[in-house]
């Protein structure tokens, strides 16, 4: 392995006998004019989220434009409009949060717009305009948004050019293909945490996601192996939670548009319920959406938008996407209850038992 030492410039080689690649994402930065200007940030470790801090307190920024309604988008909104900035978001799609089917994405498109978020839906970033090097504003097909700061909230790609250049073969999104104990296509040669492929639970296909979760899980497993023992990584569901404010969002296994791709006819049922008993003191708001495949009654993935106690439900949805569980045995789960956590049906297993009925 040849190694150059960023701060002597000097380069060697080194001998190995196992390697781990593990260089995670980068931020997607989209190739227009004016994307090199100052005030333009991409958010993809903690660092790059102190320096934005860093700017932001000096008090001279009033207008702040993120783009893409994303995880990080969403949760870069609401910290702009903590500190005070006007925050406008751009998406080119109909919805923030692609993530969810999009009738629970409008949810979530509301709740940013309840806390001050402009959002510029259905629009495509044309180009970044700029004065003296510092970006001035966002260009998009049918607007200019004036801009102080620019978040870029369009994701990460895994950071495989490195290992693409050795000839390590690459799979999902230009990911690191690996086997279930994380080796690449070469002997000795390991990739775990965002730079690598996982394994979809539900489609059964390979799949790229860059999460914390997966990447602490990937590395375990690889860490194992190239110790000396042996361990698998079975794959993943995608599930996560975010927040907006006091909105709580949460999503797990497959949506709808990825089970129309893969040719599996779906039943789903979207029903709207409390958080806990309807007279215990602070009971909020919840939306749970379930879907299950036609004629078998598979769990196939399930969305939440809530308020407080909304998002962790999500967690019955995996296991019970883990467990292969159908969605009448859902119905039969036997969840804890209690007026301050819970209806005596939990809106989980309401949303099973009316996907049920449709089945």
């Known amino acids: ?22 260089t995670g994402a980068v931020p997607i930065c ?13 958010v993809n470790t903690l660092e790059s989220g102190l320096e934005i801090r860093r ?21 870069m909104a609401e910290a702009l409009v903590r500190h ?23 949810l979530v498109s509301q709740a940013l717009r309840n806390i001050g978020v402009t959002l510029c839906l259905e629009e495509t970033l044309t180009e970044f305009e700029t004065k003296a090097g510092k970006v001035t504003g966002v260009v998009t097909d049918k607007r200019t948004l004036p801009a102080d700061i620019v978040i870029l909230g369009l994701g990460v790609r895994p950071n495989t050019a490195l290992a693409a250049a050795a000839g390590i073969p690459l799979g999902d999104k230009g990911s690191i293909r690996v086997n279930g104990r994380m080796e690449t296509g070469i002997a000795g040669i390991w990739a775990a945490g965002d730079c690598a492929e996982s394994f979809h639970l539900v489609s059964r296909r390979p799949f790229h996601i860059a999460l914390g979760t997966v990447a602490n899980r990937h590395g375990r497993v690889a860490g194992i192996n190239l110790g000396g ?13 975010t927040k907006i404010c006091d909105v709580e969002v949460a999503r797990t296994g497959l949506q709808e548009v990825e089970l129309r791709n893969l040719g599996i006819e779906w039943v789903s049922a979207m029903i709207k319920s409390r958080t806990r008993a309807g007279y215990f003191p602070g009971a909020g708001d919840i939306t749970v959406k379930v879907l299950a495949e036609r004629g078998s009654g598979r769990l196939l993935g399930g969305q939440i938008v809530g308020m407080e106690g909304s998002a962790k439900r999500i967690d019955t949805l995996a296991t019970a996407l883990h467990a292969g569980f159908t969605v ?3 119905i039969n789960l036997d969840l804890g209850y209690a007026p301050p956590f819970s209806p005596v049906w939990d809106p989980v297993v309401i949303a099973a038992r009316e996907v049920a009925k449709k089945l």
Request: contains cysteine.
């Open 55 to 75: 700017r932001l307190d000096k008090g001279t920024m009033k207008r702040a434009v993120v783009v893409g309604g994303g995880y990080i988008g969403l949760e």
């Open 30 to 42: 989209p190739d227009l004019p004016g994307s090199d200007a100052i005030d333009i940030c991409g």
């Open 84 to 106: 005070g900035l006007e925050v406008s978001l751009i998406d080119k799609s109909p919805q923030v949060m692609g993530t969810l089917d999009e009738e629970m994405g409008v």
């Open 229 to 241: 023992g042996y361990a698998t990584f079975p794959g993943v569901l995608g599930t996560a939670v």
């Open 1 to 22: 392995m040849h190694v150059r030492n960023l701060k002597t410039g000097k380069s060697a080689w080194h001998p190995y006998d196992q390697l781990l690649i593990a």
């Open 328 to 330: 009448e045995e859902m």
